[in-house]
């Protein structure tokens, strides 16, 4: 039987919650002789950070470097810790030192889920973002800090290789799927950074003919995500535009408590990281109802990466099931269903319990 070894990293306030309630998904497999996992938990994050300093240890990217995959929660701990210990010092460290250029973001309305848009139609696309540079290069810094001189500078970087690695994965996954490809940009007013991008698109366009592309710029491509989501397919973006779109494309296919993403190294020289978008939210932790659903979907996309199809499979259907029968609802979802409930219901579906 499979073994794999996975990097556990929870994180803050629902993070260790969430992820908890993934691996007890990803057990149910194990019980079924599917395949076993190994877990090293790390308890990096905000928390650590106020008890010792650092939001992780030194060697932390060395250690992850072992693993075949990372499930990570959510991190974070605004009233306390300044965002950016662990954004940039941890998850972005993470992205970057590991190489996982790209982060896919699914977006997917499924029956029984409400969509704040009046007319949503069948949305179901994919959001590539660029994952390692961009608007978060992290070159630069702060002078005269507290002083009347202050600056504080950060530079956008794109790099041929780096939005050429990105963008074909995007032109790769669009033909898997039907066949279409938006490239988000904003060349009118980031035409260096931005010129990079649109040239190696139009290269790489020229490379796929069967591919049907187009690009457009962010702004309208945030008002055409409400006027006709479902017109779209897959859609290549820069780190912080794709990270700004995609909350949207959450957002119109039921929220950030069902939307799950995956940071990938495609060449798989590294273990990727697979984790819910939403964040840490401290004002719901320790309560016991958060919606575990994206960080089972981000389970999901873990085995579906490490080569388990048909388990992910199963695992989406039986979310989709419990959202389309919608008895079973946490409270981002109208309903007042516990955490853990929600879990035992796709363990229902999935035909197993826990307990
Ligand atoms: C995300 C998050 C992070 C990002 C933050 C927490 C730094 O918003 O993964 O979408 O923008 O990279
Ligand atoms: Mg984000």
């Known amino acids: 039987m499979q073994r794999y ?100 973001r699914p977006a997917r309305l499924l029956p029984g889920v409400a969509s704040p848009l009046r007319e949503p139609g069948d949305i179901d696309l994919q959001i590539v973002r660029e994952n390692t540079e961009g608007e978060y290069s992290g070159m630069g810094g702060r002078l005269h800090v507290g002083t009347p001189l202050e600056l504080g500078m950060q530079a956008i970087v794109v790099t041929r290789a780096g939005a050429e690695r990105t963008i074909r994965f995007a032109f790769e996954l669009a033909r898997t799927r039907r066949r279409q490809l938006t490239c988000v940009t904003k060349g009118s007013a980031l035409g260096q950074v931005m010129g990079v991008w649109v040239d190696v698109f139009a290269e790489l366009a020229a490379e796929y003919p069967d591919v049907q592309s187009e690009r457009v710029n962010v702004d309208a491509m945030a008002m055409y995500l409400l006027a006709r989501p479902a017109a779209y397919d897959v859609i290549v973006a820069s780190n912080l535009m794709g990270d700004i779109l995609s ?90 269903a516990a955490t853990t409930k929600m879990t035992d219901a796709v363990l229902d579906k999935l035909g197993t319990v826990d307990s």
């Open 5 to 104: 070894r996975i990097a556990l990293v929870g994180g803050d306030h629902i993070g260790p919650e969430v992820v908890a309630e993934g691996r007890r998904v990803l057990a149910a497999f194990e019980r079924e002789g599917v395949c076993r996992f190994e877990w090293q938990e790390y308890p990096w994050g905000a928390g650590h950070y106020l008890r010792t300093g650092a939001a992780m240890d030194a060697d932390a990217i060395d250690r992850l470097r072992g693993c075949d995959a990372i499930y990570f929660g959510a991190h974070g701990d605004p009233a306390r810790v300044p965002e950016h210990v662990t954004g940039q010092g941890m998850l972005h460290r993470f992205r970057k030192e590991l190489g996982l250029f790209v982060n896919l």
């Open 247 to 336: 909350d949207l494309t959450a957002g119109i296919v039921g929220g950030i408590g069902l939307a799950a993403s995956a940071n990938l190294d495609p060449t798989r020289r590294n273990p990727s990281l697979f984790e819910p978008i939403h964040g840490s939210a401290p004002d719901i932790a320790g309560q016991g109802i958060a919606n575990p659903i994206a960080a089972i979907r981000a389970a999901a996309l873990m085995l579906d990466w490490l080569g388990e199809r048909e388990a992910s499979q199963r695992i989406d259907a039986a979310i989709a099931e419990v959202l389309a029968e919608g008895t079973v609802r946490t409270r981002d979802l109208g309903g007042t």
